[in-house]
């Protein structure tokens, strides 16, 4: 990790700069495979997963039997530990169902909001290197718990043409109504325009590579809601000389080994914990299985050294992390000052793990940056506030010339008039 100490202000932008990301340089090709899934429907998902995920299928559909089946290839104690996770999200999500107040702004005129779920809702679930069956869980929880009716699920399937059971068993467990093997490009497609097996749906959720970022960006342009711009995953641990450099090693390492991608970034107001952290990352990236994906992401991870804690927070505000990582001796002082993060977690023994499978937090955060602007997946995710408003005919007379004045002063002359027939 390449390590940088008391860097100026004008030198920050490109500290942080994350790994770049440019997606619109594959919009041809995605755009082509899109044509083709809205034109030809499963014919042409069915093409994509032989031609990308090697897999040659005659149905797109996971069966009951499937279902049966994947729930007897895994441990009980993963099924416990699914099972765990699943009761502390389904916990912290349901807490924070809206409720919605009737107010009267004037005599006469009340207005209110109303939640309702979003009716059918696509989630992707990413293969690749490893299963992702918790993020099954940090999206349909939410969904179930909102009252979408429909809950579809696209996941790429292995070569033996089967979908990882752990990933089927918490799809059962959360409450998804179906699955399909479908990955990619495609499996974004199948669930923007609907095929003669994949149901359309209103909006798409979950992470994946950047194709799928790509698609799911050009898809939101005119078909379908999106969750959020997703980037590859990242991690800032802010730390003072109180840390545990053996922490810190382990939370950098648990970020850098998602991908090649990924980057993990310490900022921290001690250079004699920074190089305890260098040598640690050393020693047990040593003995990762994923060791070689963990490595070449560290190249895209740095060691920063502060002044002090009011610059290392503003530096961490300015970088706007997916996860963050406090472990200072005072960290609920310090968390109070941080303004953009997708997810904080505090004190020596919250680890990043912990959020990413069973806290009960969601771990589909704003990445990229976008944490400055973007909150991640919460139960608001999955519904819509529509407003209601109530006008009696004193209510109307009550606001009815400051409509007609706004209106006229607009030149919409139709919208005053249809004050004024009801004044009248």
């Keep these: 990790m390449k390590q940088i100490e008391y860097p100026d ?5 490109e500290l942080l700069k994350r790994p770049s990301l440019n997606v619109e340089s594959l919009f041809d090709t995605v755009r082509t495979i899109l044509d ?5 429907g499963d014919r042409a998902v069915l093409a994509y997963e032989e031609q990308f995920d090697n897999v040659k299928l005659s149905a797109l559909a996971v069966t009951g039997e499937e279902m049966r089946e994947a729930e007897t290839l895994i441990s009980e104690e993963l099924k416990n530990a699914i099972r765990l996770a699943k009761q502390n999200i389904e916990t912290f999500h349901a807490a924070q169902r809206f409720i919605g107040k009737r107010v009267e702004t004037l005599p006469g005129v009340t207005c209110w909001q109303k939640a309702v779920p979003i009716e059918r809702v696509g989630l992707y679930i990413p293969g690749g290197t490893a299963p992702l069956f918790s993020t099954v869980l940090m999206l349909a929880v939410p969904a179930k718990i909102a009252g979408c009716d429909k809950i579809v699920l696209c996941t790429p399937p292995g070569r033996d043409g089967k979908v990882h059971p752990a990933v089927l068993f918490a799809a059962q467990v959360a409450g998804v ?6 990955g990619g490009v495609q499996a974004v497609g199948a669930m923007a325009y609907g095929t003669e097996s994949i149901p359309r749906v209103y909006k798409i959720f979950g992470p994946g590579n950047q194709y799928v970022t790509a698609a799911k960006q050009l898809v939101s342009l005119r078909d379908v809601a999106i969750d959020m711009p997703a980037g590859p995953s990242e991690v800032e641990v802010l730390a003072d000389e109180t840390a545990n450099p053996v922490f810190v090693a382990a939370d950098l390492l648990s970020q850098a080994e998602h991908g090649v991608d990924s980057q993990a970034i310490l900022v921290t107001t001690s250079p004699t914990l920074c190089q305890a952290v260098q040598q640690e990352v050393e020693r047990q990236l040593a003995l990762l299985p994923r060791k070689e994906i963990a490595a070449r992401s560290l190249a895209n991870s740095k060691l920063i050294v502060a002044h002090n804690m009011e610059e290392a927070i503003e530096l961490t505000n300015a970088y706007a992390p997916e996860h963050l990582i406090i472990q200072t001796a005072d960290y609920a002082h310090v968390a109070e000052r941080v303004t953009n993060a997708g997810s904080v977690f505090l004190g020596p ?16 955060l704003p990445t990229n940056g976008y944490a400055r602007a973007y909150s991640g997946v919460s139960l608001d995710s999955f519904i819509r506030k529509i407003t209601f408003q109530e006008i009696t005919r004193e209510g109307l007379l009550r606001i009815g010339p400051a409509i007609e004045t706004m209106a006229a002063n607009e030149q919409l002359d139709a919208h005053k008039n249809a004050v004024s027939v009801r004044m009248k």
């Design 177 to 182: 109504d179906c699955i399909f093997k479908a």
């Design 9 to 13: 202000k004008s030198q920050w932008a």
């Design 349 to 364: 023994y919250a680890t990043e793990s912990a959020g990413d499978y069973a806290s009960g937090t969601n771990h589909t």
């Design 36 to 40: 083709r899934v809205k034109t030809e």
